[in-house]
């Protein structure tokens, strides 16, 4: 080559430089832009402060919630349940006062005292709905709950004259949830201490529908009284009239008329004294609600759920089966 002159072969590339670690070993160098971005570290959650909308949110959805599940879960599980309790030991108790005739046949007990609430003084069976249930007397929602209740005011079933029986739609078991379906003809068994009375349905009414003929002398008949209406949410009664095709019993002396029952005895009618155990527990629901709420942000989710999920649950259902009171006692 010529002195002064310039090869025109390119000049090679420059390998990627290596750099030697401690242990001796070269490393390479990665280009930038094959790199992984340092990882962000995230800033813990700010707690929201209970004079915060959001907090008190929280706490208002708990509470909703916790009456609505409480409520249904109680009226289709556990007062059912609670209804299948007490008629087995009605069931019991009204065949042991059988047996030794000591089951009530008027408004009066055996030592001539206002029959008590709750008694069992019959056995009232619908083959056609499969219905077989002990009738208590009395007529309020606490009597219903343990099943089909006799109103105090009126005869015995057999006995001459209307004897009148109320039973639920829909709450604690819905006994009587079927009873639309009765057709003129279908049979009904009632079984009291003077023994088996039978009768045949004739009629099917609703508010504003015509009442039956009165009875004459020596002639007997049941009343079926249940919701009419959506379950849960009844629009009036539903009567169901049947006459007594068996023999008349013996009749007791009436010794009070419907003037003496309290406006919760009659149908559609609230508990009176319902108000105050229902205040009680939404107090202690409102409570708990507040403290999950403070849980949630304290503990973290999981912990504050265990334990909160079996309280508002137990409260709810509480609340409900207090405020079931508070509805119509045919509901």
């Not at 008329?257 to 527990?281: H, K, N, R």
């Amino acid at each position: 080559m010529t002195p002064g002159t310039t090869d025109a072969v390119d000049t090679p590339r420059k390998a990627p430089t290596r750099q030697n670690d401690r242990g001796g070993h070269s490393a390479v160098r990665v280009p930038r832009w094959l790199s992984r971005p340092p990882a962000r570290t995230r800033k813990p959650p700010v707690p929201v402060a209970p004079n915060e909308l959001r907090w008190w949110s929280g706490v208002v959805w708990l509470l909703l919630s916790a009456l609505l599940l409480g409520f249904v879960g109680h009226v289709v599980v556990l007062g059912a349940l609670q209804q299948a309790r007490s008629q087995s030991q009605l069931y019991q108790e009204l065949r042991s006062n059988l047996a030794q005739a000591i089951v009530p046949l008027g408004q009066l007990d055996g030592d001539s005292n206002p029959t008590p609430a709750g008694t069992p003084i019959a056995l009232i069976q619908i083959p056609s709905l499969g219905i077989s249930e002990v009738v208590v007397e009395g007529t309020t929602g606490d009597d219903l709950r343990m099943g089909p209740g006799h109103r105090r005011d009126t005869v015995l079933p057999g006995q001459q004259g209307t004897s009148v029986i109320f039973g639920r739609q829909a709450a604690y078991g819905g006994t009587f949830r079927d009873l639309g379906r009765l057709q003129p003809g279908d049979a009904i068994t009632v079984t009291t201490g003077q023994g088996v009375g039978t009768f045949e349905v004739f009629g099917i009414r609703r508010a504003g529908d015509l009442l039956p003929t009165p009875l004459d002398s020596g002639q007997g008949r049941l009343e079926l009284v249940t919701g009419d209406g959506p379950a849960l949410a009844p629009t009036g009664a539903l009567h169901v009239d049947a006459t007594l095709t068996s023999e008349v019993r013996e009749t007791p002396s009436r010794v009070f008329t419907s003037a003496v029952l309290a406006e919760s005895e009659l149908a559609m009618q609230p508990d009176a004294d319902s108000g105050l155990p229902t205040l009680f527990w939404l107090q202690w629901l409102v409570v708990a609600s507040i403290a999950v709420r403070w849980l949630l942000r304290t503990w973290g989710g999981a912990q504050a759920w265990i334990v909160g999920v079996p309280t508002l649950l137990a409260l709810g259902a509480a609340a409900a089966d207090s405020a079931i009171g508070m509805l119509p006692n045919l509901l």
